[in-house]
């Protein structure tokens, strides 16, 4: 039953807070460089995470506090789609595209390796 363990907005306000903290310090560890690695690295690893939750059949308050909450914060397609537009703008095509590809193919599989691990 949902809100068994607390009211919905408790739970994905929760998993939201530690979706958040987790993704500010994985793109602070990551190595400044010229390239938004860690926009990728969050997206990819929060869509693993949710595809797993999905695919064991979580429950709904698991799936609100990790999911919804946690993983939606975790992972950044807007910070992803500023990221893109940055690297056109500075004359950087190539990286553009290879970071929009990275994103979603790279997601893409993250979910097919959860599903074949937990489905």
Known sequence: MTGAVAPPAVLVA???A???VL???VVAATPTTEYPAGTLVVNVVGSFVLAALT???ADADTMLLFG???CGAFTTFASFSVDVVALV???RPVAA???ALGNLLGAGLAVALA???VA
């Open 89 to 91: 703008d500075a004359d």
């Open 68 to 70: 919804t909450g946690a």
């Open 23 to 25: 993704r500010w310090r």
């Open 115 to 117: 599903w074949l691990l």
């Open 55 to 57: 695919f064991a059949a």
């Open 97 to 99: 595209a290879g970071h």
């Open 14 to 16: 929760a998993g939201g």
């Open 18 to 20: 530690l979706g958040a």
